[in-house]
């Protein structure tokens, strides 16, 4: 008797957040065969750009949603078409542009409301990105800590509705990525 290896799950997961976040370096860390040469040549992603990875329990499809102005208002026009069939999403933070907080929120909460309406059980991990080792010891950030506390996770505790099934990660391309934060539960 011949045995069957079952086939591995399938995920389809979208990764969004503004312009320069660090969305694709994110994917690129998670690649076996990346290098640093990779991170040097990376361009804004145009558009939306599909990457398949796979690990040895699933088959994961990563929508990698490029973050400049002109994209974003064609995705949350057609936000249900790009939600079909996806179990998860990602919204990328950048901690280290402190300017732009604002407009990272604005973004995630629209992108919340439309999550609302969708209707359909979707985890949400928030990445405050660029949470680089020793960040704090920088001059220019030795407020870091408290600046996110005050005006990124409490504001983000503000715009998720209680019921939303959310997690919060600080990462870095500066520290190991860990494949658990990108898989499913
Ligand atoms: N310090 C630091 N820089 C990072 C980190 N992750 C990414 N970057 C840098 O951020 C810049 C933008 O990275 P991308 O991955 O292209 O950003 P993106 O979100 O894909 O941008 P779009 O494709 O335009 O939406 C690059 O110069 C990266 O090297 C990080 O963890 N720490
Ligand atoms: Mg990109």
Redesign the pocket.
């Known amino acids: 008797m011949s045995s069957v290896s079952p086939k591995p799950k399938q995920y389809k997961i979208l990764i969004m957040?503004?312009?320069?976040?660090?969305?694709?370096?994110?994917l690129i860390s998670l690649s076996k065969d990346s290098n640093i040469l990779s991170?040097c040549s990376?361009k804004?992603?145009i558009g939306c750009d599909i990457k398949t990875f796979e690990t040895e329990e699933s088959l994961m499809s990563i929508w990698?949603f490029?973050?400049?102005e002109k994209f974003r208002e064609e995705y949350l026009t057609n936000f249900k078409n790009y939600l079909e069939g996806a179990k998860k999403i990602i919204f990328?933070i950048d901690v280290?542009d402190i300017k732009r907080y604002e407009l990272a929120l604005e973004y995630c909460e629209k992108i919340i409301n439309l999550l609302k309406e969708w209707g359909h059980p979707i985890e949400l991990s928030i990445f405050l990105?660029?949470y680089?080792p020793n960040l704090n010891k920088k001059e220019k950030f030795e407020k870091i800590d408290e600046i996110v506390e005050s005006k990124l996770i409490d504001e983000l505790i503000g715009i998720i509705p209680p019921e939303f099934d959310y997690k919060l990660f600080k990462?870095?391309?500066?520290t190991v990525f860990d494949k658990y934060l990108i898989q499913m539960k």
């Open positions: 957040g503004l312009d320069n976040s660090g969305k694709t370096s994110i991170y990376l804004p992603t990698d490029g973050g400049q990328v280290q990105h660029k680089d990462t870095s391309i500066y």
